[in-house]
């Protein structure tokens, strides 16, 4: 971020502003993370602050400090439209297009409020009189980190703040395993670790407490898995038939694919699953080295994210879905072989 935007947006904040914060829909660990990080951080400048959430998230984020305040455009729609309406600044944090905060797009596209964008993802859109986009950093969460640092406030940042922007980087990094798992980050880790960050809880609350039905979903899912060896590829499914057979609950998927891409001499994992309510098929895709999961996601399944994490869509049926994606690979054998 240039540094006049900084002495620009440090002036702004100077005085008591009405605030809102909005993360993508489908908000995950990142998009959570960050954006209680910054509110619990923007509280200490006395601002009016509020986090409005596209929809509902996993229930193993809902402990994270400050989740209680957090408004559902989806359940509190009025309310929510209000504060935007009423803001004199809006944070986008963890996404750059405003079609990616689903039924707030309208709401957000036609406020007249000042926006701050702070996110990782490539091909922003130009909607934000201060953009913060850098798709070198491991997360969302990591960037608030640099961004409070930036306005000289690194000293506000408590326990609430350093949880809140561990979440995200730890879940955004594969627990610190990815590429994108910088000497900075760790850096920053601990320093959040120091502000009171306790990270073996943090962890525990994340990925080590399981329903008895989401285990068996896993259970599912590994039944389904299929490889294509010639073009060093896996993926799974689940229909929707599977996922009300073992109870599903929004965030029960989370890290699936990634049993895919862990069998040896796979380059490139996806996961392709029913959802009858929206009527599509959702897809996650991930990739080790350089071949890129974005622009595959960009060109067949209007999607994107990063080079080796992105997500899309299909609006075909399961088994067509699965056909295409099949049926694209040919294309990128050379590169998937190359790896």
Not at 83 to 93: P, Q, Y
């Amino acid at each position: 971020m240039k540094k006049e935007d900084i002495t620009s947006i440090k002036q702004l904040l100077s005085t008591k502003k009405k605030i809102v914060i909005v993360p993508h829909k489908n908000p995950d660990g990142d998009a959570i993370g960050s954006s209680l990080g910054l509110y619990h951080y923007l509280l200490k400048g006395n601002h009016q602050v509020h986090v409005l959430v596209p929809n509902d998230y996993p229930a193993f984020l809902k402990w994270i400090p400050g989740n209680d305040t957090i408004l559902k455009h989806d359940s509190q729609t009025k309310a929510c439209n209000t504060l935007v309406k009423d803001a004199d600044v809006i944070f986008t944090l963890d996404f750059n297009a405003f079609h990616r905060t689903g039924n707030m797009e309208t709401v957000l596209t036609e406020s007249s409020a000042l926006k701050i964008m702070i996110d990782h993802h490539q091909a922003p859109d130009d909607y934000a009189t201060y953009m913060f986009s850098d798709v070198s950093m491991s997360s969302t969460c990591e960037m608030v980190y640099h961004f409070i640092d930036m306005l000289g406030d690194s000293n506000l940042i408590d326990t609430d703040v350093a949880t809140c922007l561990y979440v995200g980087i730890m879940t955004d990094t594969g627990s610190f395993r990815f590429r994108s798992t910088t000497s900075t980050t760790h850096q920053i880790i601990a320093k959040l670790i120091e502000k009171g960050a306790d990270n073996t809880e943090i962890h525990n609350n994340i990925y080590d407490t399981n329903s008895y039905e989401r285990l068996q979903l896993l259970g599912c899912a590994l039944t389904n898995l299929r490889a294509l060896p010639e073009s060093r590829a896996a993926y799974i499914t689940l229909s929707q038939a599977e996922l009300q057979k073992h109870n599903y609950k929004k965030g029960d998927t989370e890290g699936i694919v990634n049993y895919a891409l862990s069998l040896d001499g796979i380059v490139l994992a996806a996961i392709f699953i029913e959802d009858k309510k929206e009527g599509i098929i959702k897809i996650s895709l991930r990739s080790k080295g350089d071949f890129s999961v974005n622009e595959m996601s960009r060109a067949h399944f209007q999607g994107g994210g990063h080079t080796n994490a992105a997500g899309g869509k299909s609006y075909l049926s399961l088994n067509k879905t699965v056909e295409k994606f099949i049926s694209i690979l040919p294309s990128y054998n050379k590169a998937l072989n190359n790896e």
